[in-house]
T-cell receptor, first 114, second 116 residues
Framework: DAKTTQPPSMDCAEGRAANLPCNHSTISGNEYVYWYRQIHSQGPQYIIHGLKNNETNEMASLIITEDRKSSTLILPHATLRDTAVYYC???????????????FGQGTILTVHP | GAVVSQHPSWVICKSGTSVKIECRSL??????MFWYRQFPKQSLMLMATSNEGSKATYEQGVEKDKFLINHASLTLSTLTVTSAHPEDSSFYIC????????????FGPGTRLTVL
């Protein structure tokens, strides 16, 4: 699976949008971009995923550049409870020996402050 | 949404004993379950992948005789840490993936293992 690069930490004011970038310049055509987050001492929580189109759900929006080499996770109105480590993961589509595996990098520590 | 539970949430044991951790998918059938380990201030490391009814596939460097994985049903996988030592103290997290067409992995809350 392609490697991802994320900033180690970011701050955001409560109520403002949090924009978390991810670089995945070696992504291949059959790989999805997934975002998970991990609140301290809990298991990771699925947020959103996409292939090439922008995606939105009740938690966040995912913007993927046209060349698919980078993406941005947007939390539209961050709250204190959004403080967590956010992981951007590139994962193979169906098939292949690595199918289903999630390789976690170091992620971005997002701190939302009042 | 899909819910995955783990039991126990934390366990303290003496060095040399074995500890079993259960991972259950509560509202879906999990054909594949994954076991991760996370040391303090580090990221999750995949230990093994288990498919229901077959032997687990271990990642490089993970001792399969030390970390026994059983996935006997579509809703339960167990990880047994045999002859645990202090260096096995860690946060163990499982995840589950459902049947074909349902590709997302859903994670359990984790189990904190402390070996004295």
């Amino acid at each position: 699976d392609a490697k991802t690069t994320q900033p180690p930490s970011m701050d955001c004011a409560e109520g403002r949008a949090a924009n978390l970038p991810c670089n995945h310049s070696t992504i291949s055509g059959n790989e999805y971009v997934y975002w998970y987050r991990q609140i301290h001492s809990q298991g990771p929580q699925y947020i959103i995923h996409g292939l090439k189109n922008n995606e939105t759900n009740e938690m966040a929006s995912l913007i993927i550049t046209e060349d698919r080499k980078s993406s941005t996770l947007i939390l539209p109105h961050a709250t204190l409870r959004d403080t967590a480590v956010y992981y951007c993961i590139v994962r193979a589509r169906a098939g292949g020996t690595s199918y289903g595996k999630l390789t976690f990098g170091q992620g971005t520590i997002l701190t939302v402050h009042p | 949404g899909a819910v995955v539970s783990q039991h126990p949430s934390w366990v303290i044991c003496k060095s040399g004993t074995s500890v079993k951790i259960e991972c259950r998918s509560l509202d879906f059938q999990a054909t594949t379950m994954f076991w991760y380990r996370q040391f303090p201030k580090q990221s999750l490391m995949l230990m093994a992948t288990s498919n229901e009814g077959s032997k687990a596939t271990y990642e490089q460097g993970v001792e399969k005789d030390k970390f026994l994985i059983n996935h006997a049903s579509l809703t339960l996988s167990t990880l047994t840490v045999t002859s645990a030592h202090p260096e096995d103290s860690s946060f163990y997290i499982c995840s589950a993936r459902g049947l074909a067409g349902f590709y997302e992995q859903f994670f359990g809350p984790g189990t904190r293992l402390t070996v004295l």
